[in-house]
């Protein structure tokens, strides 16, 4: 168990903690979540003992081991799977030991703890997780030296999950992650033996791979059961109660002020005045909930263009004479919304390249209208930005002739306001820089825009907002992200980049996603099961029909309660004189119904799906 007492914190003489407090029980999955600059990553240095607190504490069993992420694996001459090896160091110093140990009792103790930690599976169990986020056998046979940074951040998350800490600390895990790693990364989580607490902005990641949220906010931490969207619900009503909490009472303070106001000045009614002048003073003040600035994107509207705006016949395309795609036989149209599935490597970039004509085809006819115009954002345009400049000197750049009320008016339509237009990119948070590139991709107003993994850095309330401006954007989208959530509400048709060729994918992301998770699932030997005794199916059906009907009366019943509660607690009256232990009862209340509307419905669903099993 981790417990958080009392915690507080500041930086640079900014509180970012003020007696703050949460238990995360033991083996939980839990999702930290909160604004931008909140504390989040400060939280994880405090848990794992780099930052002094300056009041409470933090406690978890004193033998527990604590890990995560901290850095990429060093460009070294060391193979992959020796590299996440070496990450469970009580095997490795075991191994190297039973090397030179000549006393048969040391090498008996070495041999049984061996066995005791499953050292003899141990590189079968490391290849697993390497495979799991890209690498194939030949690959882990590779020095590290061979990859990229982002491609060793991966190494590095490879070896932190083979370790297995007690409790283990991920910082935005999907940032340096394609589609296919993502996935199996958050189905890998889900099964972790142990204590995970991840910061995360991946609503699909956090609404499937944990079972909990802990919010930070204004300095407080909340601790939520439940998936992201359960605890975007919860917060929503909560909120809600306490705003018309809070507007009651500044109804009930005005009229007691106003009776004051009246009568002061009376003798025959300055006791009651003096009265209700104390009732104020003993009012403890209920804030209502500030709305946080909503974050938004504003893409310029393109003309519109005969369609297609580009096709491609027999196409093949690749680098200094290497064929990496060929035979593509594509179009898109400018209401073309498309996402891009396939494993790193098999060429996505290359593909994006082509459309974008930053490669030109080895083979085959590509026609694009003569009027398109392409707006291209990748993850390493934000890493090429000028860091000693500012938002606003890029804009002067790309647009000498604007005037400046002109480009800081473009600047704030992404988010970035008066303070960031004038701060050097070196200073700007990583949202901040992606929303910047973002703005410099979008500036010509493209008929077609490529966007490959533009989430990386943007939180959930940025992410949303890029939805709807793609969704409002009346332009081409060609899109590549690891978010399935941002994928499943922007892409209306996919494309597989398989085998050096592109072809439509007809199922859905979801079966796109339980593909995935099975081909990585192992093998397991088919089990024969006893014949199940026949019954007649008419009755069969009538039974499993009876019993969706029984769950759908359970189900409505709970509904129509919780609904009640809620109108219960949003009742000022009951906020009205000393009714604390009766309110804390009512929501008690709530919680218990809300939890039996879960359940009901996850029982619903089974007998929903056994009914429609049994129709065929």
């Not at 915690?7 to 939980?28: D, K, M, N, Q, W």
């Not at 780099?50 to 604590?66: H, Q």
């Not at 929303?435 to 008929?447: C, F, K, N, Q």
């Not at 099975?518 to 026949?534: E, G, L, N, W």
Request: hydrophobic content about 40%; aromatic content about 6%; charged content about 30%.
């Amino acid at each position: 168990m981790l417990k958080l007492s009392d915690i507080s914190y500041s930086v640079e003489g900014r509180p970012l903690f003020e007696g703050a407090s949460a238990t995360i029980p033991t083996g939980h999955k839990v999702g930290l979540v909160g604004p931008n600059g909140a504390g989040k990553t400060t939280l994880f240095r405090m848990i794992r003992g780099e930052l002094a607190l300056e009041g409470g504490d933090i406690s978890m069993p004193s033998r527990a081991r604590v890990g995560g992420v901290a850095q990429e694996v060093p460009s070294s001459s060391t193979s992959l799977i020796d590299t996440v090896l070496a990450a469970d160091k009580e095997r490795a110093t075991l191994m190297a030991e039973s090397e030179t140990a000549t006393d048969p009792s040391r090498i008996a103790d070495i041999q049984t703890r061996l066995a005791d930690i499953d050292a003899w599976s141990a590189e079968g169990r490391a290849s697993s997780i390497l495979r799991g986020l890209g690498f194939d056998a030949e690959a882990q046979r590779r020095p590290c030296a061979d990859f990229s940074g982002g491609w060793r951040m991966r190494v590095a998350l490879a070896a932190i999950l083979f370790s297995e800490p007690d409790l283990l600390l991920l910082d935005e895990p999907t940032n340096y992650l394609d589609l296919e790693g993502a996935l199996w990364l958050e189905n890998y989580l889900s099964k972790y033996p142990h204590t995970v607490i991840i910061i995360s902005h991946d609503r699909g990641l956090l609404n499937r791979a944990v079972g909990a949220i802990l919010h930070l906010e204004e300095r407080k931490l909340h601790y939520y059961t439940g998936t992201y969207d359960q605890f975007a619900k919860l917060r929503a009503e909560r909120r809600a109660i306490q705003a018309a909490q809070a507007k009651k009472q500044e109804l009930r303070k005005a009229h007691l002020q106003s009776f004051v106001d009246r009568f002061k000045a009376k003798a025959s009614k300055a006791k009651q005045a003096q009265s209700r002048v104390k009732m104020l003073e003993k009012m403890t003040t209920i804030t209502a909930p500030e709305d946080a600035a909503r974050a938004v994107f504003t893409f310029p509207e393109p003309e519109e263009l005969s369609p297609p705006i580009i096709s491609t016949e027999g196409v093949s395309v690749g680098y200094d004479g290497t064929i990496i795609l060929k035979g593509l036989n594509l179009r898109i149209d400018q209401d073309d919304r498309i996402a891009l599935l396939g494993k790193n490597g098999e060429g996505k970039s290359t593909l994006a390249k082509l459309l974008s004509e930053r490669l030109t085809p080895m083979g085959g006819r590509m026609t694009s209208s003569s009027k398109l115009r392409v707006g291209f954002f990748a993850q390493h345009q934000v890493d090429e930005l000028y860091v000693d400049e500012t938002p606003i000197q890029h804009l002067m750049r790309e647009r000498p002739s604007e005037g400046q009320a002109r480009l800081r008016a473009r600047l704030a339509s992404f988010g970035l306001g008066a303070d960031q237009a004038d701060t050097q990119v070196g200073r700007l948070s990583g949202g901040q820089k992606a929303r910047l590139s973002l703005l410099l991709a979008t500036l010509p107003a493209p008929h077609l825009l490529i966007l490959d993994e533009p989430t990386n850095h943007l939180d959930i309330e940025s992410r949303e907002a890029l939805v709807e401006a793609l969704t409002a954007y009346t332009g081409a989208v060609i899109l590549v992200s690891h978010d399935m959530h941002l994928l499943s509400l922007v892409a209306d048709r996919l494309w597989l980049v398989k085998n050096g060729s592109v072809t439509p994918y007809e199922e859905d992301l979801e079966a796109y996603r339980k593909l995935l998770l099975a081909r990585d699932a192992p093998v397991k030997a088919a089990k024969v099961k006893p014949a199940a005794p026949k019954r007649a199916p008419q009755e069969v059906l009538k039974t499993l029909r009876s019993d969706v009907k029984k769950c759908e009366e359970r189900l409505t019943k709970l509904s129509d309660m919780a609904d009640k509660l809620v109108k219960k607690l949003a009742d000022p009256e009951l906020y009205d004189g000393d009714r604390a232990g009766e309110v804390e009862v009512w929501q008690k209340k709530y919680g218990e119904v809300r939890n039996a509307v879960d359940r009901a419905e996850e029982l619903w669903l089974k007998a929903q799906e056994k009914l429609e099993k049994a129709q065929g």
